[in-house]
């Protein structure tokens, strides 16, 4: 009959290779096969399992350099700092790629070739997998008690109607049951755990979605970084970032027509104690409009709450003081008056800013130290003690020179070179200082504080999420969710008991069928309870 | 919200308190290994064998007769296993202890205790001790005790030495719900790895003692290893842990994904700490692949997995004291 040696292949062996799911691997190379045949081999040891595991290591050997180096997509200067200090080994350690790790073509190649071997193992699997959800399981073996897992009871029931309450109690708990008869006797078969593999592919079909999540986020998406000093806006152009990174396919020309206003920034931080001086909390005030005749909004922005305007959302990501100069020259004109960003240079924000005034005769230029609680020490010279406001205070040097401007456009910075320093001066807010040298007057009259932000948009974000969140499914299932078979075979002894064999086997690593096969004998109809 | 000095210091106390408790489990963990029968000593299968025998006999005895693997003969009551007994007791108070040290940190500064390396760490001894009771609930895992017991102890040690950082207020960026869901469950991760760890090692010590003794060669670890389950017991239960701890380990990384996009405007920016949980994921991954890779299963696999552990505590360790990023919480 047909269930005979379909029976007998369906057998599954006691060792590892009838346990696991994976499809067999064929290590041997091609033999004396021509061109297809290659390929064919190529993509075979490409797909195989051993490949991606050895794509698994190098993925994480190659991920280290991009913790151990300065990556410019992270800390520009810092690579900068690293190629000025290493200028033998530097300049060879850029060129492979070691201060740009995760966007190498080396990187690229691993996770390419990982993500190729994947959809080459998956996509055959997922075939497979959905022929199988349609197919019943396979017929009964012959000798149930050849596997390593069987039970052998006596009842008094007939074969038949212990076989329908095996599979009434094997449905009931949603195995999916088969039942038949051969030579041997009337069987039924159940399988249960499908969902293992199913999480096992959606798991590794939900790491591509993520792989093409981030692609997307990376080609339309954009961020941009943007400092806002209080009192002052911010409108969403190019021109008005301090540092703007569009995906490939962005246009700049998509940016949304946004525009914000930081009306009050706040911190606090702590006094005493061994961690004086840490932040505890910033805020900034904002108000924004998602377009120029849009009503203003005024929110609080914090740094796990960035504010959502247009599709964009906007992070603080750092605050400092921004000094106030007035600056008139011999005449009493003013020549310069702003309000000047200075950068924070250590945690009690010991800031250095440069002011340069080149319509004056002769060219003008500050270079300044605002120190938001001004110290002197002899060693370290002039410090701030603590990152608030308690005793403000600017160091400020004057040069007088070839400005380059045209060299040296860094607003933050002031190459003296071929300038001559003509005189050095501490301020307090409300205090001027006349140069005697060029008769300028400066006049430090105030300061604000400012608000760093990260603007962002990333179209890649939600399906990155959605897709995550599929794989911890897939994972979850495929990890925890244990493949396996039972068999019942049930036949009339020659004293005309009833025999019930009971078998089953794990398909996955290290389950175990006993528990499965203790609750199913217990759901059949046992022997006669009298001596 | 001020800091309350008396809830701190209470806290202090009884994190010292369950060091006392987890070293006498250690030494009581320690006596039940060197007092537990050997293997060789324990009743055999025997008494399972002399069943199936009668079954298939076909006499018409109503014996349901179990031929899989014995039933685990009721073990005597040993020394080893009272000394076993009072560990496991000690451990429990000891857990109790620590998890009131890690409460009462976190109600004195009113947060979440995650606030710097040293309440990490304690927190990460509590969850690889939780994680150890836990799995004890459901099966004989005094032998493992003694190994569970000493990271516990070293990483408490480690915490209140080099690591101790006095209450104080969180700063802004940790200022988040996403804190207790986040730490959370990279602590409750490192517990069960620790464990999972742990295991691996008592496998690959097992395996080769295994190995010896078929061979007909001497071992040096032979006491040890006859006093342990057999390798693929521990293989296998290390592996259950590991392939628990994955998807936690994974949720756990999304979780932080999440939370970065809120803080840093992106949610994966190749931070070095997200580097190293990247690569500790990969070497899980890896781990778990070669499990199912001919060639590779076994030791090799075993391998992976301490490697994935090591890459793991560099994660938390190494990071935090060797490489400047934005996961600078550590208040070293």
């Given at each position: 009959m047909a269930g005979h040696s379909t029976a007998t292949a369906a057998a599954p062996e006691p060792g590892a290779a009838g346990l696991s799911t994976a499809p067999a691997e064929d290590p041997s190379g091609p033999r004396g096969l021509g061109p297809v045949g290659w390929l064919r081999w190529t993509w075979r040891q490409l797909t195989s399992m051993r490949t991606a595991l050895v794509l698994l290591f190098l993925l994480a050997i190659a991920a280290i350099p991009g913790s151990v180096f300065p990556q410019r997509t992270q800390n520009l200067p810092a690579v900068n700092d690293y190629l000025r200090d290493n200028p033998t080994w530097g300049p060879f350690m850029d060129r492979l790629g070691l201060f740009e790790v995760y966007g190498s073509a080396w990187f690229a190649a691993i996770y390419v070739l990982l993500f190729v071997s994947l959809v080459g193992c998956v996509l055959p699997r997922t075939v497979t997998h959905l022929r199988t959800l349609r197919q019943p399981p396979p017929p009964a073996p012959r000798l149930l008690g050849r596997l390593p897992e069987h039970r052998t009871t006596t009842a008094d029931a007939d074969p038949e109607q212990v076989l329908a309450q095996a599979r009434q109690a094997l449905r009931a708990r949603r195995w999916r049951v088969r039942t038949g008869s051969d030579a041997v006797s009337g069987w039924v078969a159940a399988e249960k755990g499908y969902a293992r593999e199913t999480g096992n592919l959606l798991f590794h079909l939900a790491l591509l979605g993520i792989l093409v999540a981030v692609a997307v986020g990376s080609l339309f998406g954009f961020s941009g970084k943007v400092i806002v000093k209080t009192g002052s806006g911010f409108a969403d152009?190019?021109?008005?970032?301090?540092e703007f990174s569009p995906g490939?396919?962005?246009?700049?020309?998509?940016?949304?027509p946004f525009s914000m206003t930081l009306d009050a920034f706040h911190a606090d931080y702590q006094r005493g104690g061994r961690q004086n001086g840490a932040p505890r909390s910033f805020e900034a005030t904002v108000t924004s409009k998602e377009t120029p005749d849009a009503a203003p909004v005024t929110t609080t922005v914090e740094v796990n709450e960035p504010l959502e305007v247009s599709g964009v959302r906007m992070y603080l990501t750092g605050h400092g003081y921004a000094p106030t100069f007035t600056i008139r020259d011999r005449s009493g004109q003013v020549v310069f008056h702003d309000t000047v960003v200075f950068l924070p240079q250590d945690g009690n924000f010991t800031s250095t800013g440069v002011v340069k005034v080149q319509d004056t005769d002769p060219p003008f230029a500050l270079q300044g130290i605002f120190l938001p609680t001004a110290a002197i020490d002899e060693q370290r010279g002039p410090y701030s003690s603590?990152?608030?406001?308690?005793n403000p205070a600017v160091f400020l040097a004057a040069w007088t020179g070839d400005l380059r401007l045209d060299t040296i456009p860094n607003v933050y910075r002031l190459d003296t070179t071929g300038m001559e320093r003509v005189g050095i001066k501490a301020l307090t807010p409300g205090q001027s200082w006349t140069?005697?040298?060029?008769?300028h007057r400066v006049s430090f009259d105030g300061f604000v504080e400012f608000g760093a932000f990260s603007v962002a948009r990333d179209p890649g974000k939600l399906p990155a999420l959605v897709a995550s969140v599929l794989a911890v499914l897939g994972l979850a299932l495929s990890l925890l969710v244990r493949r396996r078979r039972v068999w019942v075979r049930a036949r009339r002894a020659a004293d005309g008991s009833t025999v019930v064999e009971v078998a089953g086997l794990a398909r996955?690593?290290?389950?175990?069928?006993a528990g499965d096969l203790d609750t199913l004998v217990a759901a059949l109809p046992g022997p006669d309870p009298g001596p | 919200m001020p800091v309350d000095l008396t809830l701190a210091q209470l806290s202090n106390e009884l994190v010292y308190a369950s060091m006392a408790a987890y070293a006498c489990a250690l030494v009581a963990f320690a006596a039940c290994l060197a007092a537990r029968p050997g293997r060789a000593l324990e009743p055999a299968a025997a008494p399972a064998g002399a069943l199936a025998a009668q079954g298939e006999g076909g006499v018409g005895t109503l014996t349901r007769v179990?031929?899989?693997?014995?039933?685990?003969?009721?073990?005597?009551?040993?020394p080893g296993r009272r000394a076993g007994n009072i560990g496991l007791a000690l451990t429990w108070l000891a857990t109790l202890l620590l998890g009131g040290g890690v409460l009462l940190r976190g109600l004195s500064v009113s947060r979440p205790p995650f606030g710097n390396m040293y309440e990490f760490s304690i927190a990460s001894a509590l969850a690889i001790s939780a994680a150890f009771l836990v799995l004890s609930l459901r099966r004989d895992l005094r032998f493992l005790g003694l190994f569970v017991t000493l990271p516990v102890l070293l990483t408490l040690g480690l915490a209140i030495t080099v690591l101790y950082t006095d209450a104080e207020q969180l700063m802004p960026a940790l200022q988040s719900y996403w804190l207790v869901i986040h730490v959370t469950l990279a602590t409750i991760c490192g517990g069960a790895l620790c464990v999972a760890a742990a295991l691996t090692v008592l496998y690959l010590v097992v395996d080769v003692g295994e190995r010896r003794t078929r061979a007909g060669r001497a071992f040096r670890l032979a006491p040890l290893v006859d006093r342990l389950p057999s390798a693929a017991r521990l293989d296998a239960l290390s592996y259950r842990v590991t392939a628990f701890t994955f998807p936690l380990w994974t949720f756990t990384i999304i979780a932080g994904a999440i939370w970065a996009e809120a803080a840093w405007s992106r949610y994966w920016g190749w931070d070095p700490k997200e580097v190293w949980a990247f690569i500790t994921w990969v070497a899980y991954a890896a781990y778990l692949h070669a499990r199912a890779t001919a060639g590779w299963k076994g030791r090799r696999a075993a391998y992976l997995g301490l490697v994935a552990f090591a890459c793991f505590l560099f994660n938390y360790y190494g990071v935090n004291i060797f490489f400047s990023g934005l996961h600078s919480y550590s208040g070293l």
């Open positions: 152009t190019v021109s008005q970032y301090d490939r396919l962005a246009g700049a020309d998509q940016l949304p603590f990152p608030a406001a308690d140069v005697p040298q060029t008769g996955s690593e290290h389950a175990t069928v | 179990t031929s899989g693997p014995p039933a685990p003969p009721a073990p005597p009551a040993s």
